[in-house]
T-cell receptor, first 114, second 110 residues
Framework: NAGVTQTPKFQVLKTGQSMTLQCAQD?????MYWYRQDPGMGLRLIYY???????DKGEVPNGYNVSRLNKREFSLRLESAAPSQTSVYFC?????????????FGQGTRLTVV | DAKTTQPNSMESNEEEPVHLPCNHS???????IHWYRQLPSQGPEYVIH???SNVNNRMASLAIAEDRKSSTLILHRATLRDAAVYYC???????????FGSGTQLTVLP
């Protein structure tokens, strides 16, 4: 059972560089999410996709874009990375967008912007 | 959004029960109580959730106060593998996201 797979696991970027974080789930879930976690803090929602073809902003969307490529894949793009975006990024998926059942999280991408 | 209050940290001895408290005095009638945990260097993992009645599953039990202003996650026999940050989260029935607080860091002593 792969569950939610994120790539890459680690990344170092220079300020101003761009990159895309990839996320794929194999559970046929409708909803997918991107969170960030800063040291010693809980997770904050960046963007989510309630279903294929839709995306919505979360709590901290500035500096990010997302693409729901198909039902399986949801990518997060940093167009011009900033040191403030140094964080651990988690992708998650759930059957429904109302979280009436459990959400599944990936292992995370540890991003450092220098 | 209704907020939750959890102790920053707790300790437990291995193989003893652990009671992790959560206060949510502003909970509304449609708010579900969810618990997730995050092991070191991993993504959060679902533990349990409930609305009004106590709930049991293979991982834990959730005891919800009669007035729903507080709840307790019960790990029946703590193991070293249960050392993690435990998050108590309120989710409104129609909410499209989980809002995480800072959680409780559980340390399990051998």
């Amino acid at each position: 059972n792969a569950g939610v797979t994120q790539t890459p696991k680690f990344q170092v970027l220079k300020t101003g560089q761009s990159m895309t974080l990839q996320c794929a789930q194999d559970m046929n879930h409708n909803s997918m999410y991107w969170y960030r976690q800063d040291p010693g803090m809980g997770l904050r929602l960046i963007y989510y996709s309630a279903s294929e073809g839709t995306t919505d902003k979360g709590e901290v969307p500035n500096g990010y874009n997302v693409s729901r490529l198909n039902k399986r894949e949801f990518s997060l793009r940093l167009e011009s990375a900033a040191p403030s975006q140094t964080s651990v990024y988690f992708c998650a998926s759930s059957e429904q967008d109302t979280f009436w059942r459990e959400a599944f999280f990936g292992q995370g991408t540890r991003l450092t912007v220098v | 959004d209704a907020k939750t209050t959890q102790p920053n940290s707790m300790e437990s001895n291995e193989e003893e029960p652990v009671h992790l408290p959560c206060n949510h005095s502003t909970i509304s009638g449609t708010d579900y109580i969810h618990w997730y945990r995050q092991l070191p260097s991993q993504g959060p993992e679902y533990v349990i959730h409930g609305l009004t009645s106590n709930v049991n599953n293979r991982m834990a039990s959730l005891a919800i106060a009669e007035d729903r202003k507080s709840s307790t996650l019960i790990l029946h026999r703590a193991t070293l593998r249960d050392a993690a940050v435990y998050y108590c989260i309120l989710r409104t029935g129609s909410a499209r996201q989980l809002t995480f607080g800072s959680g409780t860091q559980l340390t399990v002593l051998p």
